[in-house]
C-alpha cells in the first residue's frame, strides 16, 4: 500500500506543537541561551583587609597628586576622605557652608542615618580647603566638576583606585577604605569606642566595634616568652 502523503501546512504544524511542548516541559531547544554576567568577587578574595595603613595612605596621596591636571583636588579628596572617614555620598555632598574657615571646623553631616558631626580642620587641610575655593569660586560644592557640579561617584573611584595602581599597592583600593583606615587608626591610638562611633557618625556601636577588635594593642605582651 502507497505512503500516506502528510500535507506541508500539517508537517509544519506538528513540529511548531513539539517545540512548544519542549519549552514547556523544561527540555533544551536547539536555541542557545545567553550567558549571564559574571558575579563581582567578595571583598576577601581581592585583598586580605579592608583598611590602609598611614604609611600606605600617604603614599595615595602623592600619587594622586601626579594624575593629572587636577592632582591638588584629587590629593584632598583623598585627605579629607581618610581624616573625616567620609563615605563617597558625603564628601560630593559636601558644600563650602560646611567649612568655617575662621574656627577651623567642618560640619559632617552622614548617610544612612547617622548622627552629624562637627571636625577640628588641620592648618595643611585649612590652606588646602582656601587654595581650593580660590580655584573654583562660583560652586556651592567644595568638590566640582568642570561644569560646577558635584562630582560623580564613579570619578571618586577611578581617581582613588588609580592612585593606588600608581602608589604599587599589592591590592586594589576603592574609597570605603580610606574610612575605614581613620577608624583603625583611632582604635590603635587608644581612642575609646564611643567615641570613634561619634567622629564617624556611627547609629549603632556594632559598626564601631570592627576597629576596636582589630587594635593590636590590646594585645601587647600575649606572645612574649
Same mark, same amino acid.
Not at 12 to 34: P, Q, R, V, W, Y
Given at each position: 500500500?502507497?505512503?500516506?502523503?502528510?500535507?506541508?501546512?500539517?508537517?509544519?504544524?506538528?513540529?511548531?506543537?513539539?517545540?512548544?511542548?519542549?519549552?514547556?516541559?523544561?527540555?533544551?531547544?536547539?536555541?542557545?541561551?545567553?550567558?549571564?554576567?559574571?558575579?563581582?568577587?567578595?571583598?576577601?578574595?581581592?585583598?586580605?583587609?579592608?583598611?590602609?595603613?598611614?604609611?600606605?595612605?600617604?603614599?595615595?596621596?602623592?600619587?594622586?597628586?601626579?594624575?593629572?591636571?587636577?592632582?591638588?583636588?584629587?590629593?584632598?579628596?583623598?585627605?579629607?576622605?581618610?581624616?573625616?572617614?567620609?563615605?563617597? %555620598?558625603?564628601?560630593? =555632598? &559636601? /558644600?563650602?557652608?560646611?567649612?568655617?574657615?575662621?574656627?577651623?571646623?567642618?560640619?559632617?553631616? *552622614? !548617610?544612612?542615618?547617622?548622627?552629624?558631626?562637627?571636625?577640628?580642620?588641620?592648618?595643611?587641610?585649612?590652606r588646602a580647603l582656601r587654595k581650593l575655593k580660590r580655584d573654583y569660586p562660583e560652586s556651592d560644592f567644595v568638590f566640582?566638576?568642570?561644569?560646577?557640579?558635584?562630582?560623580?561617584?564613579?570619578?571618586?573611584?577611578?581617581?582613588?583606585?588609580?592612585? %593606588?595602581?600608581?602608589? =604599587? &599597592? /599589592?591590592?586594589?583600593?576603592?574609597?570605603?577604605?580610606?574610612?575605614?583606615?581613620?577608624?583603625? *587608626? !583611632?582604635?590603635?591610638?587608644?581612642?575609646?569606642?564611643?567615641?570613634?562611633?561619634?567622629?564617624?557618625?556611627?547609629?549603632?556601636?556594632?559598626?564601631?566595634?570592627?576597629y576596636t577588635k582589630l587594635n593590636a594593642n590590646r594585645f601587647k605582651g600575649f606572645s612574649k616568652d
Amino acid at each position: 500500500m502507497a505512503g500516506r502523503i502528510v500535507p506541508a501546512s500539517f508537517s509544519a504544524k506538528s513540529k511548531k506543537t513539539k517545540n512548544f511542548e519542549k519549552k514547556k516541559s523544561g527540555k533544551k531547544t536547539s536555541k542557545k541561551k545567553t550567558g549571564l554576567p559574571p558575579t563581582k568577587p567578595m571583598n576577601s578574595q581581592v585583598r586580605s583587609r579592608e583598611y590602609l595603613t598611614p604609611a600606605e595612605i600617604r603614599r595615595v596621596r602623592e600619587k594622586a597628586k601626579k594624575l593629572g591636571r587636577h592632582g591638588f583636588r584629587d590629593e584632598l579628596i583623598i585627605m579629607m576622605m581618610y581624616r573625616h572617614g567620609l563615605r563617597v %555620598g558625603e564628601l560630593i =555632598n &559636601l /558644600k563650602w557652608d560646611q567649612v568655617d574657615f575662621t574656627r577651623s571646623r567642618l560640619h559632617v553631616n *552622614r !548617610l544612612k542615618n547617622g548622627d552629624p558631626s562637627i571636625h577640628q580642620i588641620e592648618g595643611d587641610e585649612l590652606r588646602a580647603l582656601r587654595k581650593l575655593k580660590r580655584d573654583y569660586p562660583e560652586s556651592d560644592f567644595v568638590f566640582t566638576s568642570e561644569r560646577l557640579g558635584p562630582l560623580s561617584s564613579r570619578t571618586i573611584h577611578n581617581t582613588i583606585s588609580q592612585a %593606588g595602581q600608581e602608589a =604599587n &599597592l /599589592k591590592f586594589p583600593i576603592h574609597p570605603h577604605m580610606m574610612r575605614h583606615a581613620r577608624g583603625h *587608626r !583611632l582604635a590603635n591610638e587608644g581612642v575609646d569606642t564611643r567615641s570613634i562611633q561619634a567622629y564617624l557618625g556611627h547609629k549603632s556601636i556594632l559598626h564601631t566595634v570592627i576597629y576596636t577588635k582589630l587594635n593590636a594593642n590590646r594585645f601587647k605582651g600575649f606572645s612574649k616568652d
